[in-house]
C-alpha cells in the first residue's frame, strides 16, 4: 500500500520536471511536505485535451456520484481489481494522473518498523494515480485522487507485500493522454514494477505522527539497518 510520502519537490526539481513532461502550466515553487498524509492536498500532473498542468486534489478519492464525502478515506486503489468496481472504472479510463513523489514511507509487517523508499539516484517518482471532481449539496468543490497499488517487487517484499505503482518516461505520455480511453490498452500499462531502480533506509518513528512535517521525517535512523541484512532477516 501507499499510506504516507513525500512531496518535497525544490525548484530545480520542478523545472526539469516541466521540462521533461511537457507542462503547459506549472508554479514557480510547492509547498514542501515530509510526511503527506492521507486527506491532505498534494500536487499531480494532469490532462485536459493537449494542456498538461499541476492540480492540487485531495489525497483519498472522493466518486463524484458520492452524496457526500465518506468517513474512510480511500487512498489506494489496488490496479487488480481497478476495471471491477465503479468506483473507479470511470475514473480510471478518463481521469489519471501522475503524482509526483520524493520517496515514499513503509512500516514493515514485521515489527512497525518506518523505512524511505526512494530512486537509486535521488530523482523523483511517479506514482500511477487518478482523480475525480466532487460537488456537494452546499456547493463545495472537491478535487481528489487515489494512488494505485500492485504487488511489490523483490526490493519491497521484505517490508511490505504492497507498493505504490510507479510509471517511467517511456509510459508517461500514453498514461496521460486523456484520448486513451481503451480498457485493454489502459490495463497494459499497469506492469509490474521490478524495473524501478530504488532504494530505502530506516528512518526514526518520529515520522508515525502526521503532525510531523519537517527534514527530520527523511533522516536515516540512529539505529540503522544494512538493507543487506533487511533480506536476511525476513528469510
Known amino acids: 500500500m501507499c499510506g504516507r510520502f513525500a512531496q518535497v519537490i525544490k525548484h530545480d526539481q520542478l523545472k526539469k520536471l516541466t521540462d521533461e513532461l511537457k507542462l503547459q502550466q506549472t508554479s514557480d515553487q510547492l509547498e514542501l511536505n515530509y510526511n503527506v498524509a492521507p486527506s491532505q492536498t498534494v500536487v499531480a500532473i494532469v490532462a485536459?485535451?493537449?494542456?498538461?498542468?499541476?492540480?492540487?486534489?485531495?489525497w483519498g478519492l472522493i466518486p463524484s456520484w458520492m452524496?457526500?464525502?465518506?468517513?474512510?478515506?480511500?487512498?489506494?486503489?489496488?490496479?487488480?481489481?481497478?476495471?471491477?468496481k465503479p468506483s473507479f472504472k470511470a475514473s480510471f479510463i478518463r481521469r489519471r494522473c501522475l503524482v509526483p513523489a520524493t520517496g515514499f514511507y513503509?512500516?514493515?509487517?514485521?515489527?512497525?518498523?518506518?523505512?524511505?523508499?526512494?530512486?537509486v539516484d535521488n530523482d523523483l517518482i511517479y506514482m500511477a494515480g487518478i482523480y475525480d471532481l466532487w460537488t456537494g449539496a452546499d456547493g463545495s468543490y472537491v478535487p481528489s485522487l487515489g494512488i494505485i497499488t500492485t504487488d511489490s517487487n523483490e526490493?519491497?517484499?521484505?517490508?511490505?507485500?504492497?507498493?505504490?505503482?510507479?510509471?517511467?518516461?517511456?509510459?508517461?505520455?500514453?498514461?496521460?493522454?486523456?484520448?486513451?480511453?481503451?480498457?485493454?490498452?489502459?490495463?497494459?500499462?499497469l506492469v509490474s514494477n521490478?524495473?524501478?531502480?530504488?532504494?530505502?533506509?530506516p528512518v526514526s518513528k518520529y515520522v508515525n505522527s502526521i503532525n510531523n512535517n519537517s527534514p527530520e521525517c527523511l533522516q536515516k535512523a540512529e539505529s540503522a539497518i544494512a538493507q543487506e541484512d533487511i533480506f536476511s532477516l525476513s528469510n
Open 106 to 119: 513503509e512500516w514493515r509487517t514485521s515489527d512497525k518498523q518506518p523505512f524511505f523508499i526512494h530512486a
Open 67 to 84: 452524496k457526500e464525502i465518506p468517513d474512510k478515506v480511500l487512498i489506494n486503489v489496488r490496479s487488480e481489481s481497478i476495471l471491477e
Open 155 to 189: 526490493i519491497m517484499k521484505p517490508i511490505h507485500h504492497r507498493m505504490p505503482l510507479m510509471l517511467d518516461s517511456i509510459t508517461w505520455d500514453a498514461w496521460l493522454n486523456p484520448a486513451n480511453q481503451d480498457p485493454k490498452l489502459l490495463n497494459s500499462l
Open 48 to 58: 485536459k485535451a493537449d494542456i498538461r498542468y499541476l492540480g492540487f486534489f485531495r
Open 194 to 201: 521490478s524495473d524501478v531502480n530504488l532504494s530505502y533506509y
